[in-house]
């Protein structure tokens, strides 16, 4: 077994689409978010702009504490939102499921 099992920016996307879908929660989008981005895995400099974004954005959800810089359910959603968009500019689009 690799103890550093590689994935893929799909599997972000995949991710985000599942939390925009609302087949998952949000802590549930937060953790896994988390848990991907230990695993190694190849992107483009502009992917991985995107991705690190992304991150900052699941880092900055906190539906008890509200500061400036906090963002509730609905403001991460959008931020997610615009995160796909630009993944999928970048030709990684999956199908509806």
Do not use: N
């Not at 895995?41 to 906090?70: C, N, R, S, W």
């Not at 500019?89 to 509806?96: E, K, P, Q, S, V």
């Amino acid at each position: 077994m690799d103890p550093y099992p590689q994935i893929e920016v799909l599997d972000f996307v995949r991710l985000m689409k599942e939390f925009l879908g609302r087949r998952i929660d949000v802590r549930q989008y937060q953790q896994s978010y988390f848990d991907l981005s230990k695993k190694r895995f190849v992107a483009t400099p502009e992917e991985d702009k995107i991705l690190q974004q992304a991150y900052g954005d699941a880092d900055d959800f906190d539906d008890v504490v509200h500061l400036e810089y906090t963002v509730d359910e609905e403001q991460l959603r959008s931020r997610v939102s615009t995160s796909l968009e630009r993944l999928k500019a970048l030709g990684h689009a999956i199908a509806d499921s």
